[in-house]
């Protein structure tokens, strides 16, 4: 190939116009298998006042610039500022211009260094003088250089959004998506620079227009990869709440849903299944916000919910997920509640939990099922149906689960759905393996909120079990009563009334039996309730409001039936510190019960 440019330096040489045509044209059909070494057979031709040489030697440099070892040749001071100045030119000398410096500029920083930020406010100055045409040959390949030009270079993508190249964007992509037959590449092209400024729109969200816009490309394209690029764009967008809405208003979702049905059965590599995820994902993030999925239910009715409800199905476990996650959504709701229970949702998703509820089944299945039960459990009259499909037997298996995160959901659960519900909380509260289980998870330090939740669980099932029998089993269980103990001292308020209630509990009916005197004062003594009263009081003596500090003498006159823990809390010095919550404002009605009793434990 060497002959070719032989060829064209002999033609230079003559100084004959046809010649040098000539030969530029063989180069242009030839450029991508020939290899430069220098550029002593295009250099001379730079200055040279032939405005149609000029074009044929931009284009030969174009083809030249699609090998690697061309591409470092070309690299040069010379030939940057000969073809930047083409970017001036006719039409026809903008487009192999474009061409030249972008396919130059290809993984090349330091061609990107050499054209600079001069060479981006022309190419911006370009693209927006064409922003209102259908030059879509122009745009493309305008939009080609200039996605090359800023790849990895983050000065220069900062400098284009600083000289508004959104706003030009946008224009060119309301014309492209009005014409997409005819400018599918130049959309490829806009979208993927597109998608490389958002990264530096920390502050700032593209315009509703412009996201009603990308929606448009996104209906009317027929091009998978065009589909993927609009929605990883939209995705980025939805931390905001409003344009969540705009997107859920606009039928993103249902149009999701019917792209991944699509393509689905084209998913066979990991770069596929990061589309499909993140096509889910913006389901969910959608989903999050409380107009768009109150929007979407519409009433038990929308499409997106029904289509949900058949991903409950899916052999796919991200599809299956999502479908989980967004029930789970939905149910945030209360009315959405209570019409989802009714309409058998609950239970189709304990026959669903029952098929992933070992310790080998699919965590993120078990985590996002549990966590649309706890929802539906909330509210009063969900629980004794839940109860009834089946809840406990179902979860109880689940018990031996490493998964800390799916073990927190569980606990949560059982938790919230005993609310009222004695026979359930009875049950449960008399399961020594369950008891074991709760005192395990109270003392695990590598998920506080595993920790929290079952102590709050064991204080929850002695409230609402509303019986005694199960108390001898909780004094025997090593520890368990210490779980409660423990919560005294949390940073929660929530947390340390429920221990001071689930205590009192204890004491109440305990201590009404001489033979378990003895044993409770014996455990809550080596649980050390003293010093954590003690510590608790010493805290938070400024902060506590009424009820918690008449929950907090309850406590203390049942623990003083027992003569043994009133030397504990003596030598804890509890009586001190009940005498510091006389300094409180917040309390003074209760200065009178305070006094009586640290009085009482002083003197013993």
Known sequence: MNSILNDLSSSINSNNKELIKESLRVLIKQGKDIQLSNLNAISPL?????????????????????????????????????????????????????????????????????????????????????????????????????????????????????????????STLKLSANDLANSEDCCSHLLLTLNLLTDHLVDTQLSDEFCCTLIDVLKLSTHPETCVICLEILHMQLENNDTKLLLAKSG????????????????????????????????????????????????????????????LNSDDFDLLSTGILAIGNF??????????????????????????????????????????????????QNKAQILRDGLVSILYPMLDIKHLHVTFKLIGTLRIVIDGQATAALDLVTRRDLLTKIVE???????????????????????????????????????????????IS???????????????????????????????????????????LSFLVNKYKDKFEGEAVSNLLTLVENLSKSPSVVDHLRESNVHERLRQLLDNSKINERHDRIIQLANAIDSG
């Open 46 to 170: 730079f200055q040279h006042t032939s405005k149609e040489i000029a074009l044929l030697v931009t284009e030969g440099v174009a083809e030249l610039a699609k090998t690697e070892e061309n591409r470092n040749v070309l690299t040069t001071e010379s030939v940057i500022k000969f073809l930047t100045c083409g970017l001036t030119g006719t039409d026809d000398l903008v487009v192999q211009t474009c061409r030249a410096l972008c396919n130059i500029c290809y993984d090349n920083e330091a061609a990107r260094v050499l054209i600079g930020s001069e060479g981006l406010v022309t190419l911006i100055s370009i693209v927006k003088r064409n922003s209102f045409s259908k030059n879509f040959k122009l745009l493309n390949v305008a939009y080609a250089f200039t996605l090359n030009l800023l790849m990895g270079n983050d000065e220069l993508q900062k400098l284009a959004i600083k000289y508004d190249i959104l706003s030009t964007m946008e």
């Open 252 to 311: 993103v979702c249902e149009l999701v849903f019917e792209l991944v049905e699509k393509y689905k059965h084209r998913v066979d590599d990991e770069d596929s299944r990061a589309a499909l995820k993140m096509a889910c994902d913006i389901i969910v993030l959608i989903l999050t916000g409380d107009e768009p999925m109150d929007l979407l239910f519409s009433n038990g009715d929308g499409v997106l919910y029904k289509n949900m409800l058949t991903w």
């Open 331 to 380: 149910a945030r709701n209360d009315a959405h509640c209570i019409q989802m229970v009714q309409n058998g949702i609950a239970k189709s998703l304990l026959d669903l939990l029952s098929k992933h509820n070992t310790i080998d089944s699919d965590v993120k299945v078990q985590h996002a099922i549990l966590g649309a039960l706890r929802n539906l459990v909330i509210l009063p």
């Open 441 to 487: 998870w109270s003392n695990n330090t590598d998920h506080l909120g595993v920790r929290g939740e079952a102590s709050r669980f064991l204080a929850w099932l002695i409230k609402h079990c509303h019986s005694s029998k199960p108390y001898v089993l909780i004094l025997e269980t090593k520890d368990c009563v210490k779980c409660l103990v423990d919560m």
């Open 490 to 532: 949390s940073n929660h308020a929530v947390m340390q009334n429920e221990a001071f209630y689930s205590i009192t509990l204890l004491c109440s009916k305990c201590y009404e039996n001489p033979a378990r005197v003895d044993e409770l004062s014996a455990v809550l003594i080596e649980a050390n309730i003293g010093k954590n």
